[in-house]
C-alpha cells in the first residue's frame, strides 16, 4: 500500500510557532497510527502573498488532498488547483451534499451554534431587540449568518450583518450600532 498525502495551509499562525507546532506533531503522530501517511504544512501567517506561494508549493507536491483552515486559505488553494480535493464548508461550496468541483463538503464548525448564541444573548440581555454580526465579508461564509437569521425571529431580535475588513471599519461599525438602543453586536469567528 502507498504512502497517502496530503498537505495542509493554515492561515494562523506560523508552523515555527510553538504552541502551533505542538498541535501539528500531534495531529501527526495521531494520523500516522493510522496507516501511512505524509502531511506537509504551510502557513501563511495571515498573509495572502504568503498563502498564494504556499498554496502553489503544495499542489506541487501532488498530495491526495488538501486541508485550508479558512476561507482565506481555500481561496489561495482554488487559485492553484481544481482537481485535488479540498474539504470545506463556510458557504463556499452549493451544498454539503452536492459541493461541486474539487471543494468537498465538509464543515470544520457547527453553525447551528450561532443560533444558540443569539438565544443566549436574549437571556442574558433581554431587552436587546436589535443584534449586529460583524464578519470579514472577504471570509465570511452564508451558513452561519443563515442560521443567526433563522433564529432570530423565534427570539424577537432582528439582526444585521455589518461586512467589516479592518479594525478601523470595526470600530465605526460598533461606534454606530451601539447608539442605537436595545442593540448588542457579536464578531463572529474571522479567519485568517
Known sequence: MGCAASGVLIGGPATDDPEMQARTDALTQALHQLGNLQIDY????????RARKFAAELVALKPDVLVASSAATVASLLQVTRTVPIPVGAGLIESLARPGGNVTGFVQFEYNLSGKWLELLKQIAPSVTRAAVLRDAAV???GQFAVIQSVAPTVGIDVSPINVGNPDEIDRAVTAFARRPDSAAWLRSIAS
Request: proline share 0%; no cysteine.
Open 42 to 49: 504551510r502557513s501563511s501567517a495571515g498573509n495572502e502573498e
Open 140 to 142: 465570511a461564509g452564508v
